[in-house]
């Protein structure tokens, strides 16, 4: 395909708004797939996605477009809404030149549309609004029009209006992409170059490669490398995606597709990197700003005797989504495990699942924290700490207040639109988040745009959640990470009968520090259950003991049941008491801490 007649673009949009509707249409038109039911949201591949009905990972595919006497070559990127995926988006982006802004007729533009269309119009790509659903009773696609001009300063003209579930105007969109959007600026006979923008690992045929080509081409056979690592390689295969992989024996300059080269290593395929062949060695392209994690976690094998296999486990699916990291770190309960970063709760809950059903893991995972941050004050602590600028993802790490010259806590700047109706009750609720608001505006005349400095801690848990119920459904969110500022920490212990469990040491801001400890306990006292022994449930931060919650013994003592001889029984007796002890352990650990 000369590079003229070639198209690169994704489709972005706000969750819901109907992407993977509207790249399934797309599909069918350009005879990809086959109209039928069971081919809805095809290129929702994971299990994962299937059941949550979102998109989680971007997937490629190509088609081929007939219009006016030419065949187009359009490789489509459909990409995830969620705040949590939107490093997803900014990856996809980069192997495109345009997008199509995909905006509900009946909800208008949301806090992520506005997130997807910066990243677009920062990387100066082509971008085509399309409001769909307009097939709705409720659609009001003039309104979303307007929204569109005033917000995104784009004329009301370049709309196009569509209906992805009907098929209404469909074919436009196509025409359009090809219309607007710019071939790729590339050239075949340079040098063969290629970003490598996605990567999954196959159990069998190892690591799969996503490339875009911006220069050269490549053919079955070759010998390439892979600047990171000055790797050699043989391509084992190649092609393009229709959403499946279709072997070809070359690709091109503009083309997207994939690429086998028998790389069996997790870090082999770095996203972000180039490849090129061995006899023309080119300047690597500027890659990827890696993915900052906002929240971790600890998470452990519910047996030690598992380790390995979840080493490997974490390893391979870190491989489909590098925007994880992991650390080793170990536990006095739990044995060795990792300390893993994650985009965002969502993303840490996926990243759980999909080591459950397609690594069939089991895995105890600890309450989520942000990275706070710690200025130290004595030689002797930095010298402990191996620095004096130290990052905190473990509460048990936390430095003592003596050591500590400052302490900081992640920040993010959060957009919140919403109909104005709520706007008191998402002050309130901002307000109680220690929020501050740094603007407000009107996007139309019932709508408004609001825009926060958060702590991270205060939404990472339960913020959206709140946002949502008190607002009917109809506010929207989304945040960007605005650096750290100055707070007063505390590490807060949790003692079950006296002695502290690691495991639960949580880091609260001071003035909040009675609720969460309060809360902790009442969480802890409603989801032990009752035991053959009293447990005592106290938070306390240093000596100070602040919350307490007493969860009673069985009435009966159990050891009176069995006369002195029954030796087994009473055996048994201490045994079940002892996997009583050990379940209450467990239970206490899988609970997600919602502080
Ligand atoms: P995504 O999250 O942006 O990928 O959205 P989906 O494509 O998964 O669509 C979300 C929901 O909106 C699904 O229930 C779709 O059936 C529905 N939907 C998508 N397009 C349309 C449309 O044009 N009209 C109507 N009525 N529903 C649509
Ligand atoms: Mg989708």
């Known amino acids: 395909y000369p590079v003229e007649n070639v198209r690169n673009f994704s489709i972005i949009a706000h969750i819901d708004h109907g992407k993977s509707t509207l790249a399934d249409r797309l599909l069918e038109l350009t005879g990809a797939i086959s109209k039928t039911e069971c081919n809805k949201q095809v290129l929702d591949k994971l299990q994962v996605e299937r059941e949550r009905g979102i998109t989680v990972k971007a997937q490629t595919a190509s088609l081929f477009y007939r219009h006016e006497g030419q065949t187009y070559l359009l490789n489509l990127i459909d990409t995830p809404g969620h705040v949590d995926f939107s490093y997803e988006v900014s990856r996809s982006i980069s192997a495109c030149q345009g997008v199509l802004l995909v905006v509900d007729a009946n909800q208008g533009i949301q806090a992520q549309t506005i997130a997807n269309f910066f990243l677009a119009f920062e990387a100066q790509l082509t971008i085509i609004p399309v409001i769909n659903k307009i097939d709705l009773k409720n659609a009001d696609p003039e309104r979303v029009e307007k929204q569109i001009e005033k917000v995104f300063d784009i004329p009301k003209e370049e709309c196009i209006k569509i209906s992805a579930k009907m098929g209404t105007n469909v074919d436009k969109v196509l025409q359009e992409v090809v219309r607007r959007i710019p071939p790729p600026n590339v050239n075949v006979e340079d040098p063969f170059k290629a970003l490598v923008f996605d990567s999954t690992f196959d159990h069998y045929r190892g690591v799969i490669a996503n490339i875009a080509l911006f220069g050269g081409q490549v053919h079955k056979g070759d010998r390439i490398v892979s600047a990171h690592l000055g790797k050699t390689y043989d391509v084992n295969e190649i092609g393009i995606l229709r959403p499946e992989e279709h072997p070809t024996e070359?690709?091109?300059?503009?083309?997207?597709?994939?690429?086998?080269?028998?790389?069996?290593?997790?870090?082999?395929?770095?996203?972000?990197?180039?490849?090129?062949?061995?006899?023309?060695?080119?300047?690597?392209?500027?890659?990827?700003?890696?993915?900052?994690?906002?929240?971790?976690?600890?998470?452990?094998?519910?047996?030690?005797?598992?380790?390995?296999?979840l080493k490997s486990a974490v390893e391979k699916l870190t491989l489909n989504d590098s925007s994880v990291t992991v650390n080793r770190d170990s536990s006095p309960a739990l044995g060795a495990g990792w300390r893993l970063g994650f985009l965002g709760l969502l993303h840490l809950d996926v990243f759980n699942q999909r080591l459950e059903q397609e690594y069939d893991a089991s895995v105890i995972v600890t309450a989520p924290t942000v990275p706070y941050k710690a200025l130290l004050s004595s030689t002797k602590s930095i010298k402990e700490y191996g620095s004096e600028d130290i990052t905190i993802v473990n509460p048990s790490h936390f430095p003592d207040r003596s050591q500590v010259l400052n302490y900081f806590e992640p920040v993010v700047i959060g957009t919140i639109i919403t109909p104005d109706d709520y706007i008191g009750k998402i002050i309130t609720l901002c307000l109680n988040r220690r929020a501050v608001q740094k603007k407000l505006v009107y996007i139309d005349d019932h709508r408004v745009m609001m825009k926060y400095l958060f702590p991270l801690n205060e939404i990472v848990v339960d913020f959206y959640d709140q946002l949502k119920s008190l607002s009917s459904g109809y506010a929207s969110f989304d945040y960007e990470d605005a650096g750290y500022q100055p707070a007063d920490l505390i590490k807060m212990d949790i003692l079950l009968n006296g002695k502290p469990v690691e495991e639960l040491a949580t880091i609260a801001h001071k003035q909040k520090a009675y609720t969460v400890g309060k809360t902790m306990c009442e969480r802890l006292k409603n989801s032990i259950p009752r035991q053959l022994f009293e447990i005592a449930i106290q938070a306390a931060i240093g000596n100070k003991v602040i919350a307490r919650e007493t969860i009673k013994a069985y009435r009966k003592n159990v050891l009176a049941k069995c006369y002195g001889g029954d030796i087994t029984r009473k055996m048994k007796l201490l045994k079940k008491q002892a996997e009583g002890k050990k379940k209450m352990r467990k239970i206490v650990l899988h609970m997600k801490m919602m502080v």
């Open 250 to 309: 070359s690709l091109y300059a503009g083309q997207v597709g994939y690429i086998i080269a028998g790389m069996k290593e997790v870090k082999e395929a770095q996203i972000g990197d180039t490849l090129f062949l061995q006899k023309h060695p080119v300047e690597p392209m500027p890659g990827f700003r890696s993915a900052k994690p906002m929240v971790f976690a600890g998470m452990y094998p519910v047996d030690q005797s598992e380790y390995s296999s």
